[in-house]
């Protein structure tokens, strides 16, 4: 077998250019590779936005001859599932395949377990998937190409650790780019299948086979690396490297499925936010609709994690269908894939989801039904959604908030320590925005141009540490034409590869400089709120403050010098200071006060800049004084009618979309006690919430329902402002508003 393949050092990249993302640049001779673009052709793309509801079947080996198919038929009919995926080779073949290695299920004899149940679903009326697994393989594969197989660091082959009896495979050589590819295409010409989809297709960790070590040779003229710093610069080649053969292997995979049926696509498992290993602009470009595989919440997650997918694809992906995988068990480390999940739980998760954009697909682990408590559960919410799913193809978000994320951040800036650099202040900023009922999106800093932006007034940037000086531009651009931006700590103090800058890349936009020295974990330091002295009233991001003189300040700061000779600033940072022995617990006097905030207007344009790690702060600590200066920072940014806004108590993630003759509010209920630590026990409903919507110029509302209640609602309108009370809510309520001439 060939040590390389022409298809992993080829010149083409799966990255954009740095200025808009990632930029995928040899070491070996310093040029940057330009992405080549997959658009979607018309005739492959026609049928990828009609499924609604989707179903999965994740066959176990024993499944042929012992699962019952009339029943999942039925199920599937019942449920008005427009689309399936189901297991069709790769690790386990469940079709009599011919690919030499292809191992078959021992159960299978002379049946076809998947071409019966593909039948089946076409008489359905459904589109077809086939599933396929890569990451895994027998001995026999082993003994044939054991330079297929995964290597560890220390130049071991790697057994998988749930079953030793398989190997893992190495997803960057011939196993994928020549095995896979004949499964794949022999699947399409058996079955013509509408797609295929390919589970942990992207490996299993770093793999240091005799391939990978030659290929990224080839690429980088380096040795792979011993270390997962982002500034090492073989560790940087190999974030390039790797995302390049992936999307190789995609384009690969996609091309060979069409030259069989042109109507067909590779659709990867693959996309995210800011630490998804795969760019996501080029997914956007590449994907003609992509499936968010998380599957439920464990540990400390929100469940407003499900609807932040959503926004986390459409950023990348635009208004092409979207759908998000639940999981009928519980999502947990242990791994029970057997489990039944709660049934509010599956409720809340699906209902965020659906709210922000994603399309329901279902996935059961073993077709044999087990545990059937999560059958009538799926059951309701699937023919809710068939019954009012005019109200869900959704056309348009009117958020006028956008939250930036950035993968090349992550990547670069914050390597290992990622998830506390990187992912936490967003996550903080998200559970502000949801207390503060703000309709919001989210937004890839690989698509900060004029055509991506237009739609947002406010784009909030939590610690995008790491900017290209186009992108910096692209950001002052976006407020000289009027448009607002707050921003946090490190924000443009490092340049796309994550390597400090001397000053901000938005100093000018932030009226500050930075004074040399990053600051943390300041314990004990506080911000004094100050009354500005020229009209001794307290500025609006002080609002709710009126009987503060004091609060919390973030744990980590930059020291900043601001450029204006004199400036107000309503924060200012009282430095820590002893918080043992009791005694010694007092502020010492200072001369100079250096401010907590930057606040400045240029036009329509307002900037807000938070100098400490505000957002990661909240979401470590959940403070309330962080959270209504987040609001407020925001709301003082915007500076306008919000498209909706709901008053009442209680949590409620809030969205609002356009239709084709309509448009809808969703409100999903997360007043919980067990919002922040699932799954839920019971659901806890809301009462009294008094909602306003601004309805979009030269439409008529003819007439407003509650799609859960499942009955009209009376309105009010004046000058386009839509109000209305919803009396309670359960799990998610749906205000849909009906146009007419």
């Known amino acids: ?92 073949a469940f079709y009599p395949t011919v690919v030499p290695l292809h191992y078959r299920s021992r159960w299978l004899g002379t049946m076809d377990t998947f071409g019966e149940i593909v039948a089946g679903c076409r008489k359905l009326g459904m589109n077809v998937i086939a599933r396929t697994d890569s990451h895994a393989c027998h001995q026999d594969v082993y003994d044939a190409h054991p330079d297929w197989i995964a290597v560890n660091e220390n130049g071991n082959k790697r057994r998988h650790a749930s079953d030793p009896e398989y190997w893992l495979t190495c997803a960057l050589g011939p196993y994928n780019f020549d095995f896979m590819t004949s499964v794949h295409q022999e699947i399409m ?134 759908v998000g995988i639940f999981s009928v068990g519980i999502e947990d480390k242990n791994r029970w894939k057997d489990s039944v999940q709660s049934p509010d739980e599956t409720r809340l998760w699906v209902a965020d989801g659906i709210a922000q954009g994603l399309r329901p697909w279902f996935t059961k682990f073993n077709a044999k039904v087990i545990d059937r408590r999560w059958l009538p559960v799926v059951e309701e919410i699937y023919q809710w959604h068939f019954a009012n799913q005019d109200y869900l193809r959704n056309r348009k978000n009117f958020a006028r908030v956008g939250v930036v994320y950035s993968q090349q951040t992550a990547s670069f800036y914050g390597g290992e320590g990622a998830k506390s650099l990187v992912d936490d202040p967003a996550l903080g900023f998200y559970q502000a925005l949801i207390e503060a009922r703000v309709p919001f999106e989210m937004v890839h800093d690989g698509l900060l141009d004029r055509d991506h932006t237009a739609q947002f007034r406010t784009l909030i940037f939590p610690n995008i540490a790491a900017l290209s000086d186009l992108q910096c531009q692209q950001i002052r651009d976006f407020v000289a034409a009027g448009g607002s931006v707050v921003a946090t700590y490190e924000t443009s103090l490092h340049d796309e590869w994550g390597v400090r800058r001397s000053d901000f890349g938005l100093a000018s936009l932030f009226g500050a400089s930075f004074a040399g020295r990053v600051q943390g974990p300041m314990l004990n330091s506080y911000l004094s709120l100050k009354k500005d002295p020229a009209t001794d009233k307290y500025h609006p991001l002080l609002k709710g403050f009126e009987d503060s003189t004091r609060i919390v300040n973030p744990t980590n700061q930059v020291d900043i010098k601001p450029l204006a000779q004199t400036v107000f600033s309503p924060l200012e940072i009282v430095p820590s200071y002893p918080d043992l022995p009791m005694e010694a617990v007092f502020p010492p006097p200072v001369s100079t006060h250096n401010p907590g905030v930057i606040l400045s207007e240029s036009g329509r344009g307002r900037v807000v800049y938070f100098p400490g790690d505000i957002d990661r702060t909240f979401w470590e600590v959940l403070d309330v004084d962080h959270a209504k200066l987040l609001r407020n920072a925001v709301l003082w940014a915007t500076d306008e009618v919000a498209p909706v806004t709901v008053e009442g108590q209680g949590v409620l993630d809030i969205s609002i979309w356009g239709q084709k003759n309509s448009m809808t509010v969703h409100l999903v209920n997360l007043t919980n006690p067990m919002m922040m630590k699932g799954p839920v026990r019971e659901i806890i409903p809301v009462a009294n919430q008094h909602v306003r919507i601004q309805i979009p110029d030269g ?30 809510i359960a799990v998610h309520e749906v205000i849909a508003l009906d146009f007419g001439v």
């Open 189 to 322: 010409r058996m079955y013509r299948v509408d797609g295929i989809f390919t589970n942990r297709w992207a490996g299993s960790g770093m793999c240091y086979c005799q391939h990978c070590q030659k290929n990224f040779r080839d690429f980088s003229g380096l040795d792979l690396p011993r270390t997962l710093n982002p500034q090492d610069a073989s560790r940087r080649q190999y974030i390039l490297w790797n995302q390049k053969v992936l999307f190789d292997l995609w384009r690969l995979w996609n091309e060979k499925i069409r030259e069989i049926n042109p109507q067909a696509s590779y659709i990867a498992n693959a996309g995210g936010g800011a630490l998804s290993a795969l760019d996501m602009k080029t997914i956007g470009e590449m994907a003609p609709t992509l499936f968010a595989d998380r599957q439920g919440r464990t540990a400390l997650m929100a469940p407003w994690a499900n609807g932040k997918n959503g926004k986390e694809y459409r950023a990348a992906m635009g208004q092409k269908a979207i």
């Open 699 to 728: 439409s008529h509302v003819t007439r407003a329902k509650l799609l859960v209640a499942g009955r009209p609602v009376p309105f009010t309108s004046n000058h386009g402002l839509i109000a209305l009370d919803v009396p309670s």
């Open 1 to 92: 077998m060939r040590s390389s393949r022409r298809s992993f050092i080829k010149q083409a990249s799966g990255f954009a250019a740095c200025a808009t993302g990632f930029n995928v640049t040899s070491a070996a001779n310093g040029s940057s590779i330009s992405p080549a673009k997959d658009p979607v052709d018309e005739i492959s793309a026609a049928w990828y936005d009609r499924p609604m509801r989707w179903a999965q079947l994740a066959f176990v080996e024993d499944d042929p001859g012992n699962y019952d198919l009339s029943f999942w038929l039925d199920y599937f009919k019942r449920i008005h599932a427009d689309a399936a995926c189901l297991s069709a080779g790769g690790v386990v």
